[in-house]
C-alpha cells in the first residue's frame, strides 16, 4: 500500500506565505511524476504545479512566479512554496504522485487534502 500525507495548509492574509508539505510512504519502487491541485468551492478540481523525476516544473498560469514546486527524491516528499497568496487561491489543495509500487506496476495516488484559505 502506498500513502501520500499532505501538511502546511492553514489560514493566511492575502500577500502571505504558505508551504505545503506530502511525503510518500509504503511500497515504493519509484516515484514519476509528482504534483498539487487544488479544489474550490463548486468548482473542478484544478493543476496547480507538477515536477518530474529530473526536476522539470510545469505550472499553471495563475500561480506562476508565485509559487514553486520542489522535490526531495530520497525522501520521497513533494513541497509546494506559495507566496503572494490571493484570496482566489483559497481551496482544498491534493498531492499526486504517480509511483511504481511493484516492477512496472505503476498507479496515481492522491492524498487526502489540506485547506489553504486566504483571507482579504
Known amino acids: 500500500q502506498v500513502q501520500l500525507v499532505e501538511s502546511g495548509g492553514g489560514l493566511v492574509q492575502a500577500g502571505g506565505s504558505l508551504r505545503l508539505s506530502c511525503a510518500a510512504s509504503?511500497?515504493?519502487?519509484?516515484?514519476?511524476?509528482m504534483g498539487w491541485y487544488r479544489q474550490a468551492p463548486g468548482k473542478q478540481r484544478e493543476l496547480v504545479a507538477t515536477?518530474?523525476?529530473?526536476?522539470?516544473?510545469n505550472y499553471a498560469d495563475s500561480v506562476k512566479g508565485r509559487f514553486t514546486i520542489s522535490r526531495d527524491n530520497a525522501k520521497n516528499t513533494v513541497l509546494l512554496q506559495m507566496n503572494s497568496l490571493k484570496p482566489e487561491d483559497t481551496a482544498v489543495y491534493y498531492c499526486?504522485?504517480?509511483?511504481?509500487?511493484?516492477?512496472?506496476?505503476?498507479?496515481?495516488?492522491w492524498g487526502q487534502g489540506t485547506q489553504v484559505t486566504v483571507s482579504s
Open positions: 509504503g511500497s515504493i519502487f519509484s516515484i514519476n511524476v
Open positions: 515536477i518530474s523525476s529530473g526536476g522539470s516544473t
Open positions: 499526486n504522485a504517480h509511483i511504481e509500487s511493484s516492477p512496472h506496476y505503476y498507479m496515481y495516488h
